[in-house]
Structure formats: C-alpha cells, structure tokens
C-alpha cells in the first residue's frame, strides 16, 4: 500500500473531527470541564482553606462537578449553550467561596473564560454558492428563441406582415371616385365654386 493510500483516510478524519469541533463550542465546554476538574483536584490539597458548607462540605463538591458536567454538555448538546454559559459563570464566582478560592483562581478563571468564550459562540454559517458572470445585453434574448422567430419578430416591427400571417383582401381603387383628399384641395382653392365649374364643363 503507497504512502498516498495511507494519507487518504488520515485526511478524512482530520476533515471530519475539524466539521464536527467548528459545529459546537469545543473551546469553551474544554476549558470549563478543566476548571471543575481542577477545583476537585484542589479540594484534597492539605491546605485548609475550604469553607465548609452543609453537611461535609457539600458545596465544595458539587460546585466543581456541575461545571465539569456543563463543560460535557456544551460540547454534546450545543443548542443550549446560553443556559449552560450562564450557569458556569455563576457557579464559577461561587467557587471562589466554595471550593479552596475556586481552586486557588486557577479553576474559577478557566470556568470563567470558558462560559464567556460559550455564551459568545455562534454557529458557523454555511457561505451561499456564488452567482455565476452577469448576463450581457447580448445574452438576453431567450436560449429558446430560433432565428426564424426573430427573424418574424424583425419584420413585425419594421412594418411589414408577419411571415406564418397570410395577407387580408385589398378594397379594390374606384379612380371615379373622387377621394377625400382631393375634396380638401378643391375646397381649398381660390376661385368660383364647385357646382359652377360643373356647369361649365
């Protein structure tokens, strides 16, 4: 097998693990899953700087674990990841009277940091595919039109019949007939009237 082959699947998991960490706020739920973590890490220090509340402390342990479980959770469920931000940020400022000063304010800051970097992550939009070149006014005649239509279509406008229309009959030219036109003119002429030019012809 080439080195080719071998590089191929490496490629695609790496494709895959990067999709699926942009699609959720990887960051932020890893860095308050460490906060929690060290908070319990620093509970069985031998320094006695915890502060007791309930019975055996109980606080101090749960503090700690809810945050490790939101970190969990903003990573698994991204949708409700403005309940779970807000939720760490509080119980992040609690730790600092819980849990041995929130983990000597190493945990309280990653949780801190991390429900800020959650509550302030978006989904990642999917860019539009771009729009092909702009049509040129050359390019606007329809792609279903034939040179016979436009042809036709060339002809109408110019004034003369459209090549599929046969012509309509013609009203045949009385020359007798004297025409309006001609009506005008003699009206229009200077001279005597009609009836007696008629009388002396």
């Keep these: 097998?080439?080195?080719?082959?071998?590089?191929?699947?490496?490629?695609?998991?790496?494709?895959?693990?990067?999709?699926?960490?942009?699609?959720?706020?990887?960051?932020?739920?890893?860095l308050i899953a460490l906060g929690g973590a060290e908070m319990l890490v620093t509970l069985r220090a031998p320094l006695g700087v915890l502060l007791h509340v309930g019975p055996q402390g109980l606080a101090a342990y749960l503090v700690p674990l809810v945050l490790v479980i939101c970190g969990v959770l903003l990573i698994t469920t991204p949708q409700q990841r403005v309940f779970y931000a807000v939720l760490s940020l509080v119980l992040g400022l609690v730790s600092w009277l819980t849990s041995n000063l929130g983990g000597f304010l190493i945990g309280m800051l990653l949780a801190l940091v991390g429900g800020a970097l959650a509550f302030a992550w978006t989904p990642v939009k999917r860019r539009a595919p771009r729009a092909g070149p702009a049509a040129t006014p050359a390019d606007t005649t329809p792609a279903d039109t034939t040179p016979a239509d436009t042809t036709s279509a060339e002809t109408t406008l110019a004034g003369a019949t459209p090549a599929g229309t046969a012509p309509g009959p013609r009203e045949p030219v009385d020359g007798s007939a004297p025409t309006e036109s001609l009506d005008a003119l003699l009206s229009a002429e200077p001279g005597p009237a009609r009836h007696t030019r008629a009388e002396r012809g």
């Design 1 to 30: 097998m080439s080195a080719g082959q071998h590089s191929a699947p490496a490629a695609g998991v790496r494709t895959r693990w990067r999709r699926w960490r942009r699609a959720r706020p990887f960051t932020a739920g890893l």
